[in-house]
């Protein structure tokens, strides 16, 4: 990847992740007059880094990984170009993190939709709480 070539070795150009994106151009440029969002639109950039970033996300869409999970999901609920931006932002950030802390990227799809599913019964159950109300887990049964 021309992440390197680009960037210095230890990424010494943009020193946080946030700035990472941001030179890549991945970041939202929030415009707000008045207190007013009149735009959130990501800035163009014309450099190599992001060409190289931004190729290889069309095929996420087939990618059996965490990332491709999540970039389908994306798909499901936006227009394709902003899932794309999305999706080439996390990617930048978990490079990112790699890079400056050696930490590890997820493991597969698997473990994404396992993680996913538990973020959705834990957000049910503390939205059913407060509405006064309590979920009971309900086992399946197969024939």
């Known amino acids: 990847m021309k992440v390197n070539s ?19 151009g991945l970041c939202p440029g929030a415009q707000i007059s008045g207190g007013k969002v009149l735009s959130s639109a990501t800035k163009p950039r014309a450099h190599r880094a992001t060409q190289a970033w931004r190729m290889p996300a ?21 227009s394709t170009p902003k899932a794309v931006t999305a999706s080439v932002h996390k990617r930048a950030r978990l490079v990112h993190f790699m890079l400056t802390r050696g930490q590890a990227v997820e493991a597969g799809q698997d473990e994404y939709e396992q993680r996913y599913l538990q973020r959705e019964v834990q957000n049910l159950t503390r939205r059913a709480q407060q509405l006064g109300f309590q979920l009971t887990p309900h086992e399946t049964f197969s024939a």
Request: hydrophobic residues 35%; aromatic residues 4%.
């Open 58 to 78: 069309s095929a996420l869409r087939k990618s059996q990984t965490a990332v491709g999970a999540h970039h389908r999901r994306l798909c499901s609920r936006m």
């Open 6 to 24: 680009e960037t210095d070795a230890d990424l010494a150009r943009c020193p946080g992740v946030k700035r990472f994106t941001s030179w890549l």
